[in-house]
């Protein structure tokens, strides 16, 4: 399986950006779709995003949808989130994740096989 690890998170201001990035090692980054979720206390973890290994599809989950840009960069093997015009109410963990699959054939979490740790993103009113 693929290691992931995601440095950055933190605190915003509503309206302001932030991005996050998710760096992978152990296997062939590009044969692995991969996908952003995100999950507050007491509720489950929900998508946000997703890109399929050759970058070409590249769902968004709609409440973030003209706001949030997924990418990847395969020769660095990292995953981005820039995410811009935060509200409050996208604070939350936030997960990286990879699909054992080249093709981008679900965006359900059951569907990932290797998670990040999670990092906090907090947006102040």
């Known amino acids: 399986q693929v290691q992931l690890v995601e440095p950055g998170g933190g605190l915003v201001q509503a309206g302001g950006p932030l991005r996050l990035s998710c760096a992978a090692s152990?296997?062939?980054?590009?044969?692995?779709?991969m996908g952003w979720f995100r999950q507050v206390p007491g509720k489950d973890r929900e998508f946000v995003a997703a890109i399929s290994g050759s970058g070409c599809s590249t769902p968004y989950a709609d409440s973030v949808k003209g706001r949030f840009t997924i990418s990847r960069d395969n020769a660095k093997t990292t995953l981005y989130l820039p995410m811009n015009s935060l509200k409050p109410e996208d604070t939350a963990v936030y997960y990286c994740a990879a699909l054992s699959d080249y093709l981008l054939t679900s965006i359900l979490p059951s569907a990932f096989t290797s998670w990040g740790q999670g990092t906090q993103v907090t947006v102040s009113s």
């Open positions: 152990g296997r062939t980054f590009s044969n692995y779709a």
